[in-house]
């Protein structure tokens, strides 16, 4: 049996390990001073355990309950306190707590708390270890196959058709720390946690290390979910607990696991632009620059979706209005009109496939209006888009 105190106090750590330790032989006590420490050894333990205190620095033992919660469901947690506020108690029975325990603790009252969990921790470990081996494997499995494309690395014979199918459409989302050299491992922990909370009350998907100061998330949505809100959301849960700064991205629909390198690569690239923005006042012109090639990039390869001015200025961390003069500055044209010519240009290829049907042509390029997909056809090219399939001799088949 393994448990796991969490107390700033030195003599408590102290206290409540040697009389575990000597009225439980078989157990292994670990000691964390911090909600930090702790996160690390339960990462590196398998613990059944905790025993942890409600106020410590940084995060209090509460948050630090609720945060693992997810990740590790099976363990049996007790608070222990200095203080007898029905509050306290209350939010700790609604987290899950087999009991809250006010200092000093008797040590009659300790041993028959930790037998009685003791029980129930090996009947649980009969009835779950063989399950639980088999969900780490497959999720290592399947973190492994998702983190070797995301690096854009050969994944062997690995079959990714298979791997990918359970997700039609996904979406990616990358949250970067400007961690400075500092340990991060309870920011990791926290972000993993919030994101998969996230992202299974709003459909299914996964979140893994991408590099020691990145977490990547894969998430598929419900239908009437929208990325934009989860990232608001995710955004606001990571101020709360996070005190590193951070760059949180996320990408358009995808349906290809070819292009997931591809789409990692611009995030990364938009975190560092907005670490370079924040940096440097006022902005360097070359940042700007920048920012438009990655905005651009973003347009070309999702030209089919929603592309309002303010949603791929958020992409790249520009204020609308200024992305907006940046954008002409680049381009040399408006951000609606380069908008309406890609899609356009796009649209001239597709009807030269007697395959297609107009309305489908119109949906590929971002219009679900056929009449007002052919307004702007007529208006740019001065003839229908009927008209220019019979000036270039297209059949259709239909």
């Known amino acids: 049996m393994n448990?796991?105190?969490?107390?700033?106090?030195?003599?408590?750590?102290?206290?409540?390990?040697?009389?575990?330790?000597?009225?439980?032989p078989d157990s292994t006590v670990h000691t964390a001073a911090s909600a930090s420490e702790a996160v690390q050894i339960l990462d590196a333990e398998r613990i059944d355990i905790v025993l942890t205190d409600i106020l410590m620095p940084g995060m209090s033992g509460l948050e630090l309950m609720r945060i693992t919660?997810?990740?590790?469901?099976?363990?049996?947690?007790?608070?222990i306190s200095a203080h007898s506020e029905f509050r306290y108690a209350q939010e700790a029975v609604r987290l899950g707590a087999r009991d809250y325990l006010l200092k000093p603790i008797g040590r009659s009252r300790l041993q028959e708390l930790i037998r009685d969990l003791a029980e129930e921790v090996r009947?649980?470990?009969?009835?779950v270890k063989e399950s639980e081996r088999l969900k780490a494997s497959q999720r290592f499995l399947r973190e492994g196959v998702f983190q070797r494309l995301a690096l854009g690395l050969d994944t062997g014979n690995l079959d990714i058709g298979s791997f990918m199918e359970e997700y039609g459409g996904f979406y990616l989302i990358l949250v970067q720390f400007e961690a400075e050299d500092r340990d991060v491992h309870l920011e990791h922990f926290i972000v993993?946690?919030?994101?998969?909370?996230?992202?299974?009350?709003?459909?299914?998907?996964?979140?893994?290390?991408?590099?020691?100061?990145?977490?990547?998330?894969?998430?598929?949505?419900?239908?009437?979910?929208?990325?934009d809100a989860l990232l608001q959301e995710a955004e606001r849960h990571?101020?709360?607990?996070?005190?590193?700064?951070?760059?949180?991205?996320?990408?358009?629909?995808?349906?290809d696991a070819a292009r997931i390198a591809e789409q990692v690569a611009l995030l990364k690239?938009?975190?560092?632009?907005?670490?370079?923005?924040?940096?440097?006042?006022?902005?360097?012109?070359g940042s700007g620059e920048a920012a438009i090639e990655v905005a651009l990039a973003f347009?070309?390869?999702?030209?089919?979706?929603?592309?309002?001015?303010e949603k791929v200025a958020s992409i790249v961390y520009l204020n609308p209005v200024y992305f907006s003069q940046l954008f002409k500055q680049k381009t040399g044209q408006g951000y609606k009109d380069y908008v309406i010519q890609l899609r356009l240009t796009r649209a001239k290829e597709l009807l030269l496939d007697p395959r297609l049907r107009l309305a489908e042509i119109a949906a590929r390029v971002g219009y679900q209006d056929v009449r007002h997909f052919t307004t702007l056809f007529r208006k740019r090219f001065e003839l229908t888009p009927g008209e220019y399939r019979q000036q270039q001799e297209v059949k259709v088949l239909f």
């Open 3 to 24: 448990l796991l105190i969490a107390d700033d106090e030195p003599a408590i750590r102290s206290g409540i390990g040697r009389a575990i330790e000597q009225l439980f």
């Open 192 to 227: 993993e946690n919030v994101l998969s909370e996230l992202i299974e009350s709003r459909g299914k998907g996964f979140v893994t290390s991408c590099g020691r100061e990145a977490l990547l998330a894969l998430a598929e949505l419900n239908e009437g979910e929208e990325i």
């Open 269 to 285: 690239r938009a975190s560092r632009l907005a670490a370079a923005r924040e940096a440097t006042e006022p902005q360097l012109k």
């Open 123 to 127: 009947q649980d470990d009969r009835r």
């Open 238 to 255: 990571i101020k709360r607990y996070v005190k590193l700064p951070f760059h949180l991205a996320g990408t358009g629909r995808n349906t």
């Open 299 to 309: 347009i070309r390869e999702h030209y089919s979706e929603d592309l309002s001015l």
């Open 69 to 79: 919660k997810r990740k590790y469901p099976r363990i049996q947690w007790v608070v």
